[in-house]
């Protein structure tokens, strides 16, 4: 099992993808201790041919859980990626955690939106019927944003 965990700066990426890795009992695959060296220097600068050969080690194994947002390594991860999730349910797992990093009610949330409640509840439940249109406002009221990358 293979898989990437790709976020903003501050969202939780780290602690979600380690505490993935351990459930999963999967490899964590850091992709910040990768490129920063010592004294600061970025492999990612000043040296991106290394920084993808070391990832690309990385991600040649059976399994793993990575972090990182890193646009010159981006394909070799997400080439080797075996569990894809769909924008909106990856949207609304984004949500339900911040939602409950800011201890934020469906009620609160609704009202942020301008939203009946029941909007919220269609976000939050994994079978009930909602749009990336819906998901979207919902982060948009949390202060973050969806980001959607595809690769052929």
Sequence with gaps: MRISVIGTSGAGKTTFARRLAEAVGAPYVELDAINWQPGWR?????????????VAEAAAAEAWVSDGNYSGVQDLI????????????????AVAAIMA???????ALAAKMGKDEKVVRRILDGGGNTSM?????ALKALGA???LSVTE
Excluded: C, M, W, Y
């Design 133 to 137: 249109a819906n998901v979207s406002s």
């Design 101 to 107: 990093r800011q201890k934020l009610s469906k009620v």
């Design 145 to 147: 944003q969806a980001a």
């Design 78 to 93: 997400l080439a080797r990626v075996s569990i894809p999730l769909d924008p909106v349910t990856a949207g609304r797992a």
């Design 42 to 54: 970025d492999l990612a600068t000043h040296d991106p041919a290394e920084f993808r050969r070391r």
